[in-house]
């Protein structure tokens, strides 16, 4: 059974930054793809980022330009760093990865991120 690890939240001024990371506990060249999705109060869960397996990334129009999705082959972690942030980013994240194998989800437990001053 695959699990992800997050860390990394917590409550942060509007403008400010944040780092959440993600650690598999398996290599993450077993995954087709990682990412990281948020739900807002009373809101669907939205994918934010994503990180295909041969590096190609995907964002959200509404973080374009400010956050950046990354991976770490060796210490099989994700990462997402979040700049000039907004009361709209506040909600919990969560991590994601896509089985190679047979398309499956796993998801980790989530992280809140907190926008307000």
């Known amino acids: 059974q695959v699990q992800l690890v997050e860390s990394g939240g917590g409550l942060v001024q509007p403008g400010g930054s944040l780092r959440l990371s993600c650690a598999a506990s398996?290599?993450?060249?077993?995954?087709?793809?990682t990412g990281w999705y948020r739900q807002a109060p009373g809101k669907q869960r939205e994918l934010v980022a994503l990180i295909q397996r041969d590096g190609t990334t995907n964002y959200a129009d509404s973080v374009k330009g400010r956050f950046t999705i990354s991976k770490d082959s060796g210490r099989n972690t994700v990462s997402l760093q979040m700049s000039s942030l907004k009361s709209a980013d506040t909600g919990v994240y969560y991590c994601?990865?896509?089985?190679?194998?047979?398309?499956?989800?796993?998801w980790g437990q989530g992280t809140q991120v907190t926008v307000s001053s």
């Open positions: 398996e290599s993450i060249f077993s995954f087709s793809a």
């Open positions: 994601n990865a896509r089985a190679w194998s047979d398309s499956r989800n796993y």
